[in-house]
């Protein structure tokens, strides 16, 4: 069984600082794409960010330039430093990835953390 689980959210103010952290556990083979999504209130979820297993990194417009997302293959672990953060940015972020287990390929989520920003 494989389970993914999310910390580091909170309040804060404008202009300030949060890091996200997703832990991948369970019999784990290999871990693909990892990425974090976002929902706020009454909106759909959006991607905020993703990295591949070869490095690559791709952001959502909005965030470009204040998020940064980042991994530890050997910890089976992805971070994302928020900086610079703006009321727009409070949501319910989940963590996600294409996790390859024992029995299985396939795509787990987070149970989802609150940053909220405060103007």
């Known amino acids: 069984q494989v389970q993914l689980l999310e910390s580091g959210g909170g309040l804060v103010q404008a202009g300030g600082s949060l890091r996200l952290s997703c832990a991948a556990s369970?019999?784990?083979?290999?871990?693909?794409?990892m990425a974090w999504y976002r929902q706020a209130s009454g909106q759909e979820r959006e991607l905020v960010a993703s990295?591949?297993?070869?490095?690559?990194?791709n952001y959502a417009d909005s965030v470009k330039g204040r998020f940064t997302i980042s991994r530890d293959n050997a910890k089976n672990t992805w971070l994302l430093q928020m900086n610079t953060l703006k009321p727009e940015d409070t949501a319910v972020y989940y963590c996600?990835?294409?996790?390859?287990?024992?029995?299985?390929?396939?795509?787990?989520w987070g149970q989802g953390t609150q940053v909220t920003v405060s103007s």
């Open positions: 996600n990835a294409l996790i390859t287990s024992m029995f299985s390929a396939r795509t787990y």
């Open positions: 369970g019999t784990i083979r290999r871990i693909d794409a």
């Open positions: 990295i591949g297993s070869n490095g690559n990194i």
